[in-house]
């Protein structure tokens, strides 16, 4: 069965940082960006960042630009996403994605098309 299990979120005060996980499991890892999402209460799901099939392209929302940073470790399969200098309005359940489409990161549908897999969320949460 495919999984991807995030993990790592929690109450966090503005300023602080947490680093969330997505474990991966049953598909080939390789063959697929992996992107982070999230959805705050009464918003849209947004994405908010990705990294490549080769893990050498990445993008970001620009609300989290020089903030966030994503990493993978092919031989864990797995995706991190490190959040810095938190703000009250990341507060949001973040999900992760696979897209066989999605290859180079240049569009956010793509992980809503063709090859794709969701994972269950993790709840962040920043206090003001």
């Known amino acids: 069965d495919v999984q991807l299990q995030a993990s790592g979120g929690g109450l966090v005060q503005a300023g602080g940082s947490l680093r969330l996980s997505c474990a991966t499991s049953?598909?080939?890892?390789?063959?697929?960006?992996i992107g982070w999402f999230r959805q705050a209460p009464g918003k849209e799901r947004e994405g908010v960042s990705c990294i490549s099939v080769s893990g050498d392209s990445t993008n970001y929302a620009d609300s989290v630009k020089g903030r966030f940073t994503i990493s993978s470790d092919n031989a864990e399969n797995t995706v991190y996403l490190e959040m810095n200098s938190l703000k009250p309005e990341d507060t949001a359940v973040y999900y992760c994605a696979a897209s066989a489409l999605a290859s180079r990161c240049t569009s956010w549908l793509a992980f809503y098309y063709g090859d794709h897999y969701w994972g269950k969320g993790t709840l962040v949460t920043v206090s003001s």
């Open positions: 049953g598909f080939t890892f390789d063959d697929y960006a």
